[in-house]
Protein backbone atom coordinates (compact mmCIF):
# COMPACT_ATOMS: atom_id res chain seq x y z
CA UNK A 1 0.00 0.00 0.00
CA UNK A 2 1.33 3.29 -1.15
CA UNK A 3 1.46 6.19 1.71
CA UNK A 4 -0.04 9.25 1.42
CA UNK A 5 2.52 11.64 2.47
CA UNK A 6 0.19 14.45 2.71
CA UNK A 7 -1.77 13.21 5.67
CA UNK A 8 1.63 13.62 7.57
CA UNK A 9 2.18 17.05 6.58
CA UNK A 10 1.93 19.83 7.81
CA UNK A 11 -1.54 21.83 6.85
CA UNK A 12 0.22 25.25 8.09
CA UNK A 13 2.62 24.89 5.64
CA UNK A 14 0.79 23.10 2.95
CA UNK A 15 -1.56 26.29 3.15
CA UNK A 16 1.55 28.75 2.16
CA UNK A 17 1.88 30.22 -0.79
CA UNK A 18 4.89 29.78 -3.05
CA UNK A 19 6.74 33.05 -3.55
CA UNK A 20 5.73 34.91 -6.94
CA UNK A 21 8.65 35.96 -7.47
CA UNK A 22 10.49 32.64 -7.93
CA UNK A 23 8.03 31.69 -10.06
CA UNK A 24 9.35 34.19 -12.88
CA UNK A 25 12.58 33.65 -11.50
CA UNK A 26 13.21 30.11 -12.43
CA UNK A 27 10.84 30.26 -15.76
CA UNK A 28 13.41 33.03 -16.91
CA UNK A 29 16.25 31.15 -15.73
CA UNK A 30 15.33 28.02 -18.13
CA UNK A 31 15.31 30.32 -21.04
CA UNK A 32 17.98 32.23 -23.16
CA UNK A 33 18.18 35.84 -23.85
CA UNK A 34 16.53 37.19 -21.14
CA UNK A 35 16.32 40.54 -19.46
CA UNK A 36 15.50 40.24 -15.86
CA UNK A 37 14.00 42.74 -14.04
CA UNK A 38 12.37 40.46 -11.38
CA UNK A 39 14.57 39.42 -8.51
CA UNK A 40 15.74 42.41 -6.41
CA UNK A 41 19.46 41.35 -6.01
CA UNK A 42 22.12 43.99 -6.69
CA UNK A 43 23.82 43.51 -9.53
CA UNK A 44 27.41 44.56 -8.06
CA UNK A 45 29.66 42.02 -6.71
CA UNK A 46 30.68 42.51 -3.22
CA UNK A 47 33.32 44.98 -2.60
CA UNK A 48 36.89 43.81 -2.80
CA UNK A 49 38.37 44.45 0.43
CA UNK A 50 35.36 42.57 2.32
CA UNK A 51 36.02 39.86 0.18
CA UNK A 52 39.07 39.74 0.90
CA UNK A 53 38.92 39.89 4.69
CA UNK A 54 36.81 36.63 4.03
CA UNK A 55 39.08 34.88 1.94
CA UNK A 56 41.92 35.40 4.33
CA UNK A 57 39.67 34.57 7.38
CA UNK A 58 39.14 31.32 5.78
CA UNK A 59 42.68 30.52 5.32
CA UNK A 60 43.42 31.54 8.86
CA UNK A 61 41.18 28.81 9.86
CA UNK A 62 37.93 31.00 10.94
CA UNK A 63 35.67 27.85 10.59
CA UNK A 64 34.28 27.46 14.53
CA UNK A 65 31.24 28.20 15.65
CA UNK A 66 31.09 32.27 17.70
CA UNK A 67 28.47 33.56 20.20
CA UNK A 68 25.17 32.95 19.26
CA UNK A 69 24.62 36.14 19.17
CA UNK A 70 27.36 36.78 16.84
CA UNK A 71 31.12 37.82 17.40
CA UNK A 72 31.01 40.78 20.00
CA UNK A 73 33.57 42.57 17.57
CA UNK A 74 30.45 42.84 14.90
CA UNK A 75 28.07 43.46 17.53
CA UNK A 76 30.18 46.25 18.44
CA UNK A 77 30.68 47.73 15.17
CA UNK A 78 26.93 47.03 14.04
CA UNK A 79 25.91 49.35 17.24
CA UNK A 80 28.58 52.20 16.13
CA UNK A 81 27.13 51.94 12.84
CA UNK A 82 23.56 52.48 13.58
CA UNK A 83 24.34 55.38 16.29
CA UNK A 84 26.64 56.83 12.93
CA UNK A 85 24.17 56.76 10.27
CA UNK A 86 20.69 56.46 12.00
CA UNK A 87 21.48 57.96 15.44
CA UNK A 88 20.40 55.15 17.67
CA UNK A 89 21.75 53.69 20.38
CA UNK A 90 22.11 49.71 21.31
CA UNK A 91 24.31 48.00 23.34
CA UNK A 92 26.30 45.22 21.84
CA UNK A 93 26.00 42.98 24.42
CA UNK A 94 22.63 42.17 25.31
CA UNK A 95 20.42 44.15 22.10
CA UNK A 96 21.77 42.62 18.97
CA UNK A 97 21.57 39.64 17.13
CA UNK A 98 23.43 38.68 13.91
CA UNK A 99 21.49 36.45 11.74
CA UNK A 100 21.53 34.26 8.85
CA UNK A 101 20.14 37.53 6.74
CA UNK A 102 17.75 39.80 7.72
CA UNK A 103 15.04 37.73 6.52
CA UNK A 104 16.10 35.37 9.58
CA UNK A 105 15.85 38.08 11.62
CA UNK A 106 11.80 38.77 10.60
CA UNK A 107 11.25 34.90 11.57
CA UNK A 108 12.94 35.38 14.92
CA UNK A 109 10.97 38.48 15.61
CA UNK A 110 7.54 37.08 14.94
CA UNK A 111 8.47 33.70 17.00
CA UNK A 112 9.47 35.64 20.08
CA UNK A 113 6.24 37.94 20.60
CA UNK A 114 3.57 36.49 18.86
CA UNK A 115 1.22 34.45 20.75
CA UNK A 116 -1.49 31.91 18.58
CA UNK A 117 -4.48 34.45 17.12
CA UNK A 118 -2.14 37.33 17.33
CA UNK A 119 -2.69 39.86 15.16
CA UNK A 120 -0.12 41.99 12.81
CA UNK A 121 -0.53 45.17 10.69
CA UNK A 122 0.94 44.45 7.16
CA UNK A 123 0.93 46.80 4.99
CA UNK A 124 0.69 45.77 1.04
CA UNK A 125 1.73 45.75 -1.26
CA UNK A 126 4.33 44.14 0.77
CA UNK A 127 7.06 41.74 0.37
CA UNK A 128 6.06 38.01 -0.53
CA UNK A 129 7.20 36.44 2.46
CA UNK A 130 5.80 38.86 5.09
CA UNK A 131 2.32 37.41 5.65
CA UNK A 132 3.28 33.89 5.84
CA UNK A 133 6.22 34.83 8.41
CA UNK A 134 3.49 35.62 10.37
CA UNK A 135 1.56 32.69 9.65
CA UNK A 136 3.99 30.06 10.48
CA UNK A 137 4.64 32.08 14.19
CA UNK A 138 1.39 31.57 14.55
CA UNK A 139 0.04 34.91 14.23
CA UNK A 140 -2.87 36.35 11.68
CA UNK A 141 -1.66 38.77 9.30
CA UNK A 142 -4.05 41.78 8.82
CA UNK A 143 -3.41 43.44 5.43
CA UNK A 144 -3.84 47.37 5.14
CA UNK A 145 -3.97 48.13 0.99
CA UNK A 146 -2.00 51.06 0.29
CA UNK A 147 -2.77 53.19 -2.74
CA UNK A 148 -0.75 54.60 -6.08
CA UNK A 149 -2.39 58.04 -5.55
CA UNK A 150 -1.29 58.41 -2.09
CA UNK A 151 2.13 57.25 -3.70
CA UNK A 152 1.65 53.60 -1.93
CA UNK A 153 2.06 55.18 1.68
CA UNK A 154 0.27 54.03 4.92
CA UNK A 155 -1.97 56.75 6.83
CA UNK A 156 -2.65 56.85 10.57
CA UNK A 157 -6.30 56.40 9.60
CA UNK A 158 -5.97 53.52 7.82
CA UNK A 159 -4.18 51.63 10.67
CA UNK A 160 -6.25 52.73 13.40
CA UNK A 161 -8.93 51.37 11.64
CA UNK A 162 -7.41 48.21 10.99
CA UNK A 163 -6.40 47.68 15.28
CA UNK A 164 -8.48 45.16 17.25
CA UNK A 165 -8.12 43.91 20.76
CA UNK A 166 -6.23 41.26 19.03
CA UNK A 167 -3.52 43.45 17.17
CA UNK A 168 -0.06 42.48 18.41
CA UNK A 169 2.20 44.83 16.22
CA UNK A 170 2.75 46.62 12.66
CA UNK A 171 5.42 45.30 10.04
CA UNK A 172 6.85 48.24 8.76
CA UNK A 173 8.99 48.51 5.75
CA UNK A 174 10.53 51.91 4.48
CA UNK A 175 12.45 52.29 1.51
CA UNK A 176 9.73 49.40 0.73
CA UNK A 177 9.71 46.39 -1.78
CA UNK A 178 8.14 46.17 -3.88
CA UNK A 179 6.94 49.94 -4.64
CA UNK A 180 10.10 51.92 -3.22
CA UNK A 181 7.94 54.48 -1.21
CA UNK A 182 10.04 55.92 1.47
CA UNK A 183 8.20 57.73 4.76
CA UNK A 184 9.95 60.57 6.19
CA UNK A 185 9.80 61.43 10.07
CA UNK A 186 6.27 63.46 10.03
CA UNK A 187 5.28 60.17 8.45
CA UNK A 188 6.81 58.17 10.96
CA UNK A 189 5.88 60.50 13.87
CA UNK A 190 2.09 60.37 13.03
CA UNK A 191 2.21 56.58 12.83
CA UNK A 192 4.22 56.34 16.04
CA UNK A 193 1.38 58.76 17.79
CA UNK A 194 -1.05 55.32 16.82
CA UNK A 195 1.35 52.73 18.12
CA UNK A 196 1.39 54.49 21.48
CA UNK A 197 -2.18 55.05 22.04
CA UNK A 198 -2.70 51.62 21.09
CA UNK A 199 0.37 49.86 22.86
CA UNK A 200 1.86 48.17 19.99
CA UNK A 201 5.05 46.88 18.99
CA UNK A 202 6.39 47.92 15.64
CA UNK A 203 8.55 45.06 13.24
CA UNK A 204 10.91 48.21 10.85
CA UNK A 205 12.65 45.94 8.20
CA UNK A 206 14.96 49.05 7.05
CA UNK A 207 17.02 46.39 5.10
CA UNK A 208 17.18 49.40 2.46
CA UNK A 209 18.10 51.78 4.65
CA UNK A 210 21.37 52.94 2.69
CA UNK A 211 19.45 53.41 -0.60
CA UNK A 212 16.97 56.25 0.48
CA UNK A 213 17.01 58.63 -2.45
CA UNK A 214 15.70 62.04 -1.45
CA UNK A 215 16.02 62.69 1.96
CA UNK A 216 18.01 61.89 5.09
CA UNK A 217 16.79 58.55 5.86
CA UNK A 218 14.72 58.20 9.29
CA UNK A 219 15.22 55.11 11.50
CA UNK A 220 11.56 53.85 13.27
CA UNK A 221 13.62 53.42 16.57
CA UNK A 222 14.96 57.09 16.46
CA UNK A 223 11.40 58.35 16.51
CA UNK A 224 10.38 59.50 20.16
CA UNK A 225 8.75 56.83 22.41
CA UNK A 226 9.27 54.38 19.75
CA UNK A 227 13.18 52.91 20.79
CA UNK A 228 11.38 50.92 23.23
CA UNK A 229 8.70 49.77 21.12
CA UNK A 230 10.83 48.78 18.09
CA UNK A 231 12.36 45.30 16.85
CA UNK A 232 14.75 47.16 14.05
CA UNK A 233 15.70 44.55 11.46
CA UNK A 234 18.72 45.23 8.68
CA UNK A 235 21.26 44.08 7.18
CA UNK A 236 24.61 43.41 4.31
CA UNK A 237 22.69 42.00 1.36
CA UNK A 238 21.20 45.37 -0.36
CA UNK A 239 22.73 48.02 0.67
CA UNK A 240 26.27 46.44 0.32
CA UNK A 241 26.16 43.67 -2.20
CA UNK A 242 26.35 40.67 0.08
CA UNK A 243 23.12 38.88 -0.55
CA UNK A 244 24.77 35.59 -0.90
CA UNK A 245 26.44 36.08 2.35
CA UNK A 246 22.99 35.82 4.10
CA UNK A 247 24.24 38.00 6.94
CA UNK A 248 21.59 40.22 8.46
CA UNK A 249 20.98 41.67 12.24
CA UNK A 250 18.20 42.85 14.79
CA UNK A 251 18.39 45.00 17.45
CA UNK A 252 15.77 45.66 20.30
CA UNK A 253 15.36 45.50 24.07
CA UNK A 254 17.45 43.58 25.80
CA UNK A 255 14.10 41.68 27.12
CA UNK A 256 12.99 41.22 23.37
CA UNK A 257 16.62 39.68 22.65
CA UNK A 258 17.37 37.29 25.58
CA UNK A 259 13.81 35.45 24.05
CA UNK A 260 14.84 35.65 20.60
CA UNK A 261 18.61 34.01 21.15
CA UNK A 262 17.03 31.07 22.97
CA UNK A 263 15.00 30.29 19.74
CA UNK A 264 18.39 31.20 17.35
CA UNK A 265 20.42 28.64 19.96
CA UNK A 266 18.15 25.94 18.86
CA UNK A 267 17.85 26.76 15.41
CA UNK A 268 20.82 27.85 13.69
CA UNK A 269 23.39 27.95 16.59
CA UNK A 270 25.39 31.07 14.89
CA UNK A 271 26.14 32.79 11.67
CA UNK A 272 28.86 31.89 9.67
CA UNK A 273 32.44 33.10 11.41
CA UNK A 274 34.32 33.58 8.46
CA UNK A 275 31.45 35.88 7.27
CA UNK A 276 31.05 38.14 10.36
CA UNK A 277 34.40 39.03 9.68
CA UNK A 278 34.06 40.33 6.59
CA UNK A 279 31.14 41.88 7.45
CA UNK A 280 33.27 43.90 10.67
CA UNK A 281 35.09 45.17 7.05
CA UNK A 282 31.66 46.20 5.55
CA UNK A 283 30.98 48.50 8.56
CA UNK A 284 34.58 49.85 8.74
CA UNK A 285 35.58 50.60 5.95
CA UNK A 286 32.85 50.77 2.97
CA UNK A 287 31.09 53.37 3.02
CA UNK A 288 32.79 55.14 -0.24
CA UNK A 289 31.79 51.95 -2.04
CA UNK A 290 28.74 51.90 -0.63
CA UNK A 291 27.52 55.73 -1.90
CA UNK A 292 28.85 54.85 -5.23
CA UNK A 293 26.13 52.06 -5.86
CA UNK A 294 23.96 54.21 -4.47
CA UNK A 295 24.70 57.11 -6.75
CA UNK A 296 24.02 54.66 -9.47
CA UNK A 297 21.34 53.14 -8.66
CA UNK A 298 19.60 56.75 -8.13
CA UNK A 299 20.65 57.60 -11.71
CA UNK A 300 19.16 54.08 -12.93
CA UNK A 301 16.21 54.71 -11.20
CA UNK A 302 15.72 58.20 -12.54
CA UNK A 303 16.46 56.72 -16.19
CA UNK A 304 13.73 53.49 -15.45
CA UNK A 305 10.95 55.73 -14.14
CA UNK A 306 11.05 58.02 -17.01
CA UNK A 307 11.28 55.92 -19.38
CA UNK A 308 8.14 54.08 -18.36
CA UNK A 309 6.18 57.11 -18.29
CA UNK A 310 7.25 57.95 -21.90
CA UNK A 311 6.22 54.65 -22.93
CA UNK A 312 2.91 54.88 -21.50
CA UNK A 313 2.95 52.93 -17.98
CA UNK A 314 2.55 55.24 -15.34
CA UNK A 315 4.71 54.78 -12.77
CA UNK A 316 5.20 57.06 -9.40
CA UNK A 317 8.55 57.84 -8.45
CA UNK A 318 10.21 55.54 -6.01
CA UNK A 319 12.06 57.27 -3.08
CA UNK A 320 14.73 54.38 -2.04
CA UNK A 321 15.48 50.83 -2.81
CA UNK A 322 15.90 49.61 -6.27
CA UNK A 323 12.49 48.94 -7.87
CA UNK A 324 9.63 50.71 -9.86
CA UNK A 325 5.67 49.52 -9.24
CA UNK A 326 4.46 50.82 -12.90
CA UNK A 327 0.51 50.15 -13.30
CA UNK A 328 -0.18 48.22 -16.26
CA UNK A 329 -3.99 48.72 -16.19
CA UNK A 330 -4.37 50.29 -19.36
CA UNK A 331 -3.41 47.30 -21.18
CA UNK A 332 -6.63 45.96 -19.40
CA UNK A 333 -4.43 42.79 -18.93
CA UNK A 334 -4.20 41.30 -15.38
CA UNK A 335 -0.25 41.74 -13.94
CA UNK A 336 -0.08 37.51 -14.28
CA UNK A 337 -1.17 37.99 -18.16
CA UNK A 338 1.00 41.19 -18.79
CA UNK A 339 4.23 39.55 -17.18
CA UNK A 340 3.72 35.95 -18.95
CA UNK A 341 3.32 37.44 -22.08
CA UNK A 342 6.43 40.16 -21.63
CA UNK A 343 8.51 37.05 -20.77
CA UNK A 344 7.35 34.80 -23.76
CA UNK A 345 7.41 37.54 -26.26
CA UNK A 346 9.90 40.18 -25.25
CA UNK A 347 11.84 37.79 -23.05
CA UNK A 348 11.76 40.45 -20.74
CA UNK A 349 11.58 39.10 -16.81
CA UNK A 350 9.02 41.28 -14.16
CA UNK A 351 7.18 40.18 -11.14
CA UNK A 352 3.44 40.61 -11.52
CA UNK A 353 2.11 42.76 -8.75
CA UNK A 354 -0.28 40.75 -7.50
CA UNK A 355 2.91 38.39 -5.71
CA UNK A 356 2.48 41.13 -3.76
CA UNK A 357 -0.74 41.68 -2.15
CA UNK A 358 -4.11 41.45 -3.61
CA UNK A 359 -3.32 46.03 -3.73
CA UNK A 360 -0.37 44.75 -6.43
CA UNK A 361 -2.71 43.49 -9.31
CA UNK A 362 -2.45 46.09 -11.92
CA UNK A 363 0.82 46.69 -11.55
CA UNK A 364 4.43 45.05 -11.97
CA UNK A 365 7.36 45.25 -9.85
CA UNK A 366 10.35 46.13 -12.12
CA UNK A 367 14.41 46.04 -10.47
CA UNK A 368 16.84 48.49 -12.03
CA UNK A 369 19.64 46.69 -10.17
CA UNK A 370 21.08 45.93 -13.35
CA UNK A 371 23.00 48.18 -15.79
CA UNK A 372 21.23 51.36 -17.82
CA UNK A 373 22.23 49.55 -21.24
CA UNK A 374 20.06 46.53 -19.89
CA UNK A 375 17.99 48.36 -18.90
CA UNK A 376 17.53 50.53 -22.08
CA UNK A 377 17.12 47.37 -24.00
CA UNK A 378 14.42 46.20 -21.78
CA UNK A 379 12.79 49.59 -22.08
CA UNK A 380 12.86 48.98 -25.67
CA UNK A 381 11.13 45.66 -25.63
CA UNK A 382 8.29 46.35 -23.41
CA UNK A 383 7.25 49.23 -25.78
CA UNK A 384 7.26 46.99 -28.54
CA UNK A 385 5.38 44.39 -26.44
CA UNK A 386 3.26 47.40 -25.61
CA UNK A 387 2.75 48.29 -29.05
CA UNK A 388 1.80 44.89 -30.06
CA UNK A 389 -1.17 44.96 -27.74
CA UNK A 390 -2.38 47.93 -29.31
CA UNK A 391 -2.42 45.89 -32.71
CA UNK A 392 -4.16 43.32 -31.21
CA UNK A 393 -6.70 45.40 -29.71
CA UNK A 394 -7.36 47.20 -33.32
CA UNK A 395 -7.93 43.83 -34.49
CA UNK A 396 -9.97 43.06 -32.44
CA UNK A 397 -12.08 45.89 -32.99
CA UNK A 398 -12.40 45.47 -36.58
CA UNK A 399 -13.39 41.55 -36.29
CA UNK A 400 -15.97 43.31 -34.00
CA UNK A 401 -17.33 45.66 -36.60
Given amino acids: MSLNHQ ?12 SGIRKFFDVAASMEG ?10 FITPWNIREVAIEALQDGYTS ?59 EPAFVSYASLVTMAGGNPVRIATKEENGFKVTPEQIEASITDKTKAILLCSPNNPTGTCLNKDELTAIASV ?46 AMTGWRLGFLT ?7 VMIKIYQYTTMCAPYMLQLGAIEALRNSS ?31 GGAFYVFPSIKKT ?14 EKVAVVPGNAFGASGEGYIRCSYATSIDQLQEAMNRIERFLLSLEVKESDHLKQAK
Fill in 65 to 123: YTANAGLLELRQEITAYLQRRFHVEYQAENQVIVTVGASQSLDLAFRAILNPGDEVLVI
Fill in 332 to 345: GLTSEQFAEGLLHQ
Fill in 7 to 18: NYLSKKAMDLEP
Fill in 288 to 318: DQVEKMKQNYWRRRNFTVQSLNKIGLECHTP
Fill in 252 to 258: APSEFIS
Fill in 195 to 240: VEKHDLLVVSDEIYAELAYDQEYTSFAAIPGMYERTILINGFSKGF
Fill in 34 to 43: VISLGVGEPD
